[in-house]
């Protein structure tokens, strides 16, 4: 019998660094917040008012992740939604609730980032670089593919 594969480990390792993740942000103050937001809320610092498509663009997720966690930011109170130039795009922007909390939140994601590279120092090839080449692999030729290849 095998161990667990591909899939499971690598769910179980995302569980490991969001829970451990959240924990920190818990003990900063920052009740309820996910870290999945911090990559929009990073961005939205950064570029101000986005469209979804955009944020999906910069950070890298697609456009119904992006939805779905803009809107459950929205629900927090962390980001607020107005019409666009065209009536199917929305323009996301920092609520003054998150603008008060980016101070915390810039501090947990220099400690995190921090501690990322001290995880990558620990392994045998960087986890951070890994994932990149892996992404980028998939790019080339996606799972489906080689599965199929398999079948």
């Known amino acids: 019998m095998t161990g667990p594969g591909l899939g499971t480990r690598l769910r179980h390792l995302i569980e490991l660094l969001d829970g451990d993740v ?8 920052l009740t309820g917040f996910r870290p999945r937001y911090a990559p929009f809320l990073r961005t939205l610092a950064a570029l101000g008012p986005s ?3 955009r944020l999906a663009e ?24 107005s019409p666009g130039t065209d009536a ?21 994601w220099q400690a995190t980032e921090a501690a990322g590279r001290e995880l990558d120092a620990e392994l045998p090839h960087p986890l951070s670089e890994v ?20 079948l």
């Not at 959240?22 to 103050?29: F, I, K, P």
């Not at 910069?58 to 939604?81: K, N, Y």
């Open 131 to 150: 994932v990149i080449a892996a992404l980028e692999a998939l790019q080339r030729k996606p799972l489906r593919e080689r599965i199929q290849d398999y």
């Open 51 to 53: 469209s979804i498509r």
């Open 22 to 29: 959240a924990a920190v942000e818990e003990e900063l103050g």
């Open 88 to 108: 199917r795009q929305r323009i996301v922007d920092l609520t003054p609730h998150a603008r008060a909390l980016l101070p915390k939140l810039e501090q947990a």
């Open 58 to 81: 910069v950070v890298e997720v697609t456009h119904s992740a992006a939805s779905q966690t803009v809107a459950a930011m929205e629900r927090q109170g962390l980001v607020s939604l």
